[in-house]
Each structure stands twice: as C-alpha cells, then as structure tokens.
C-alpha cells in the first residue's frame, strides 16, 4: 500500500461550542502524538493558539496538525464555527478529502450547524457524524432530529447508547450487534452484553442502517428486499462505498473530554473516509468566460492549492497548501500557475499546531505549510509547468458590515494600510477601501466580532491602534429643473485688475449620467484660452452642493454666453466666474440631496421570512422578489444604504442568527424630503460646531 494510500486528509468542522478543538486534542493524544489532553478553558490547546482565541475561548482560524493511527498518516484541518470567522471553513471544504462533523448529544440544530453541513454539502465532502458530550448527563440520542434539522441528510446511526438512566454508559455497535462499556481512562472499551433496555432500541437502529447501507448497492439492496441475511464485511464494502460517495453518513457517539469513542472513531477514519487517491474530482478552471469543470486529480507532476495565508511581521507571509498531486520538495522552484510567475520553494513545513518542522518532500493529501512566497495568495494553483489545469477559485462570504478607521497616533494612517492590507491578505473575508468622497478608510468584515479581532491582532503583530466609527454615507446632490445664470468676477484695485464674466445653463440629466460640460461659445465672447477655467471652476464647485455641502452630480453644464476685458480677463478671474455662476443656477434649480441604493439578498429559513420582509419595510425597502433554494426563502430587495448601515445586527435579532445577507450598490435615488430637511439641518449644524471649534 503506498504512502498516498495510508494518508487521510479530514477536516474537523462544528458550530460554536460543539466541542471541535476539543475533539481534535483528544485524537491527537489517543494517538499519541501529543504528551497531554489540552483544555479550551486552560488556553493550552495545540490548535487554538492564537492569543486572541485563547482570550476567546473560540476558534477564529483554521489550525494543522497530525498523527499516525494504525500505520496511517492523518492530517488534522480544525476549522472556524463561528459565523464570524467562516473563510478558513470556506477554503477548507476545498482541501479535505472527508470530514468529522461534530455536535452534542441533544445540542440543538442551530443555524449555524446547518450553515456549516450546507458548506460541506456543496463541497461533496465524505463525512462521519460525532455525536459528542456523552459523559453529561443532558446527553439525548436523537438521530431522527438531527436528521431532520440537517434537511433529511442520509444519517446512519451505527452506534446506539447504551445509559445508565440519563448518563451514556457505552454503546452497541448495530452493524457487529455488540455492546462496549466505557472504561474510566483513555476511551478504552470493555465488550460486554447487550443490556435487555438496549436491546429493542439498538435491534431498531441496526435494521434501519441496513437498509441504508444496502440502498448504496443495487445487489446488495435486492437481496436484502428479498428477505435475505447480509454479512458484516459485505455490508462494511456498501458502508465504505456509500460514505465515500457522500450518499450516507455514519453517526458515532463519544466524549472528547474523557476520549470516549475516540479510538473507535479513529478506526472509522481510517476504515471509511476516502485516501487521496479515492477522494472525488476536484473542480477547476474551465473556459475564458470563467466555467468551472471536474477533474480527478493525479498524475506525476506536483500541483497543489494555497488554502490559507499568515502575514508575520518577522518571518513573512506562511501559505498553507495542500499537496493534490505530485510532490513538493524543498528548493524546488515552482510555477504559480494562475499568476505565470515562477516561486523559489525555501522549505517545506510541516505543521503541528504552532509548531513548524522543516521535511524533504510532501506529497498528495498533505498539508504543509510554504514561507516567503513573492506572489501567491489564498486561492492560487502552484505547480510544475507541465500541470495544465489550474484549481476553480475558494468562494468566500463576502462582507458586511463596514467601519471607518482612522490612527489614534498622527502619521500612522501609511502603517494602518500597510497593516490592513497584510491582514487582508490572511483573511480573504476583510476588504479595505478608501472611500474617495468622504475620504475615510473603510473596513469591512463579516460581523462585529470579525472586526474587533482584525483590529485586535494588528495591534499585536503590527503595532498600530485605530478607532473605528460608524462610515458616513456618501450622499450627493442633484438638481430638477434647467436654470440660466451668470457668474460675474469684477475686481479694480489701481493696477491690474480681475475680470471675468459667463453665462451658463444648468440642467438635470438621467440617474447615472455624471457630470457633462458644454462649450457653445460662438464670436468669440469668451476667448478659447479661458474656456477651460470656466470648466475648471465649474468643477470646483461641484464638490459641494448648494443644500448640504455634497458632491453635485447627473447634471449638464453649459457655457453659452460671457464678456471679458484685452486687460484685466485671467484664468484666475474666470474661474472664480464659472464657480459663481454655477452656484447661483444650482440654487435656484430645485437641487435634492441623492442617496445610495444598494441590491440586498437576504438568505432566511421559511419560517423568519414574514418578520424580515416588515422589517426591509421599515428600512424603506423595495422587495423584488423571493425564490426557494433548498431549505431557505431568498429575498432581493433595494433599500437605502443608511438602512443597511445596522442590517447585520437588526437580521441577526429577527432570525436568531439564521440569516444571511449580502448586497452591492446599485444607484442613487432622491432622498425623500422629510428626511433630506433632517439631513440638511444635522449637516449645518456640524459645520457650524466644526467651523467654531
């Protein structure tokens, strides 16, 4: 059996509080690659080791390690919960071949868990189901409700617990029709007999795995219509088979805090998740226009796709990859596919945790991490030049909520985006912005918290400290009618004097448009040299309109008439004209205030749909339409930016943290007039506190 053969490469993914981090200590010190089980609540874990997750108490990036179980090497990949901090969840479904799902005997299926399992779905990505918590006494084997809460997936119980009134004793293998007691250290098990009150439940459990499992084999499944007996080992094949597949989905129960079901679990790793070599296509880039194709991945030469990426202030960028195919050697030099640019391999590291050993080669299934790389980022295919196909890009959640930041310390604005720009790199979640109207540096993330911590950590590595406000909306000005009117800059002080005088018409135009300038000067009454003063002025002036001070905009101007003197006419005199003269026509031309519009897409299981569409509503919504993907209600609405400044803590209050949402800009509309008077006023009123300050 080849290397690549005994290589199982799982992903690790749970919703908050599901104890993930602690299922991952506990299989890395069952199998004896750690000296000791550490705890969440100590901040001692090998795999939450970022300060602010040990503050946190949660997983906020993904973490590597490995072990060895049975003559099989298994690469560990602890991903995010929580809804803040999905990207590593995201890019992981993209790089494991299987995965353990983990949640609590009785835990109830939030959102999030269904969140989680929809990302795995999408991804095709073998999983066994961990019941953990079986040492609580609130632990409850229901089967049937996670089923039923994870949208009828094919779950397959194969163990049934054996308790002692309300506490998990051990459990019945239904498929070996055996009972296992837990003994009190290590998650060694002792075979005892099925107890007579499991006997029914367990006799219940086994009849519905078999079937299941015979629905994965034609022959298997008529046989078993038939009436016919079905052995262990043919059923184990069909078992085997039908995970790898993604068609059905063991369940085990167990405790990571006591090692409970950890061995047993192991041994299902190991039995049932597919190799490297039996994992299904991976999906790659197919035309120009930006199709995506499958592809089975193989073949000699090295290709594998960076999943991840650290920014260290010290060391440099880390990129997390996962070897597909091939192998990867230390001082080789690669081909950064997508970007055609060649990458020197300084070393190859293998990861445990934090910690970071230096190997010779990987090769397919693992995960290794790569220093110092000059042009690659999360997403991109590096390979030998031979490789053809480059993988399909990581899809991300894209960003929410927004904040301005700006430096606590005078001249620290470079190093804020310099610090900005390297955490984006390592969060492809974060976007950075300058704001060019309102001139603010904008951060965007996927909640709150998301924030906080970006904020916290570049304090950390970077040493720079923001504060973070609320964005102003970048509101413009329009006007409704066409207005003639001069602009008239006469100046006489005993030498030389100022002279300039235009004619101009101002115009609406369509929603959209911008800004046009007009030249219809005819007989020279402006001479051609002043003309682009005139415009310049004009273009001053737009930077504020006559309401409330913002930019001006969909509007045509046109020079048609003016007087100038041999002497005293300058550029200077006639620019000042053209911003006069444009003030004046945008006075007296019905001008409004215009706010954003934005394309909202709210994502709602069915039964939160009435309470989020009053609440878009209330944001002075326009609801488009609602379509029905799976078990969530799609709702398409335009609403006003300012509404949706607080959208993600309004959503999250209606649907309990259920929903999802996302938007773009779409255009500009008028504000309506009671509010534009409000934002007039609040607009004066600031001016006037800042000009007396």
């Known amino acids: 059996m080849s290397a690549a053969e005994k290589t199982r490469t799982i992903g690790l993914f749970a919703p908050t509080g599901a104890g993930k981090t602690t299922l991952s200590e506990a299989i890395l010190f069952t199998s004896g690659a750690s000296t000791r089980m550490g705890k969440v609540s100590a901040g001692n874990t090998v795999m939450d080791f970022e300060p602010e997750e040990t503050r946190r108490q949660v997983s906020i990036s993904a973490a590597v390690a490995h072990c060895t179980w049975k003559e099989h090497l298994l690469f560990l990949l602890d991903t995010p919960g929580n809804d803040n901090f999905l990207a590593d969840a995201y890019a992981a479904a993209r790089v494991v071949d299987g995965a353990v799902f983990v949640t609590g005997l009785g835990d109830a299926v939030r959102y999030q868990t269904k969140r989680l399992w929809r990302i795995l779905e999408q991804n095709r990505v073998p999983r066994i189901v961990f019941l953990g918590k079986a040492d609580l006494e609130t632990a409850k084997f229901d089967p049937d409700a996670l089923r039923q809460g994870l949208g009828g997936a094919p779950l397959v119980a194969l163990h049934y ?96 805090v006591s090692q409970q079901g950890v061995p047993e679990l192991l041994d299902r790793i190991v039995q049932w998740l597919p190799s490297p070599l039996d994992r299904a296509p991976v999906l790659v880039q197919g035309d120009a226009a930006g199709g995506v194709s499958e592809k089975k991945p193989g073949g000699n030469g090295f290709a594998g796709l960076v999943f991840k990426t650290v920014a260290d202030p010290h060391i440099g960028q880390l990129s997390y990859l996962r070897v597909f195919s091939g192998s990867l050697s230390s001082d080789a030099t690669i081909l950064n596919l997508g970007k055609k640019e060649k990458e020197r391999v300084g070393q190859v590291l293998r990861l445990f945790g934090r910690m970071q050993t230096a190997v010779p080669a990987a090769g397919p299934g693992e995960l290794v991490a790569v220093p110092k790389l000059k042009y690659t980022s999360t997403g991109d295919t590096l390979g030998e ?99 003639q009117a001069d602009g008239k800059y006469v100046r006489q002080s005993g030498g030389r004097g100022q002279y300039g005088w235009c004619w101009l018409e101002v115009e609406p135009l369509a929603r959209g448009t911008g800004y046009e300038f007009v030249d219809k000067i005819f007989g020279g009454a402006i001479p051609k040299n002043f003309i682009p003063s005139v415009e310049k002025g004009v273009q001053e002036a737009l930077a504020e309109g006559p309401l409330a001070g913002f930019p001006v905009t969909d509007i045509r101007v046109t020079l048609f008439d003016g007087k100038y003197h041999d002497v005293d006419s300058s550029d200077m005199a006639f620019r000042i004209a053209g911003s006069m003269g444009f003030k004046k026509a945008a006075e007296q031309a019905q001008p409004v205030v215009l706010e954003p519009i934005v394309t909202l897409q709210v994502s709602v299981p069915e039964d939160h749909v009435g ?79 800042k000009e007396s300050q």
């Open 611 to 689: 309470g989020v569409i009053a609440d878009l509503n209330s944001r002075r919504a326009r609801v488009q339409g609602m379509e029905a993907v799976g078990e969530e209600r799609v709702i398409k609405a335009q609403v006003p930016l300012p509404e949706v400044v607080t959208y993600a803590a309004g959503l999250t209050s209606i649907t309990g943290g259920a929903g999802e949402f996302s938007y773009e800009f779409s255009h500009y509309e008028e504000v309506p007039t009671h509010l534009a008077q409000k934002l007039v006023e609040a607009r004066k009123k600031a001016q006037a506190a």
């Open 385 to 483: 030049p031979a490789v053809s196909s480059v993988f399909a890009p990581i899809t991300f959640p894209r960003p929410v909520l927004s904040y301005a930041v700006k430096p606590r310390a005078k001249g620290d604005e470079e190093k804020i985006m310099s610090a900005l720009a390297r955490l984006s790199e390592e969060d492809p979640t974060l976007s950075l912005r300058r704001e060019q109207q309102t001139k603010e540096l904008i951060l965007s993330g996927l909640g709150d918290v998301h924030i906080e911590v970006v904020l916290e950590k570049m304090k950390r590595k970077f040493g720079v400290e923001v504060d973070k406000q609320v964005p102003q909306i970048p509101y413009k000005e329009t006007v409704r009618k066409k207005i």
């Open 161 to 256: 617990p054996v308790q002692d009134g309300n506490r998990v004793m051990g459990f019945v293998d239904v498929l070996k029709r055996k009972a296992y007691r837990y003994e009190k250290e290590g998650g060694a098990t002792k075979e005892i007999e099925i107890p007579a009150q499991a006997q029914a439940g367990a006799q219940a459990a086994r009849e519905k795995a078999i079937e299941a499992v015979a629905e994965v084999d034609d022959a298997l499944l008529e046989r078993y219509l038939d009436g016919r007996e079905l052995g262990e080992e043919e059923l184990t094949a069909a078992l085997r088979k039908g995970v790898q597949a993604a068609k059905l989905f063991p369940v085990l129960i167990g405790s990571a």
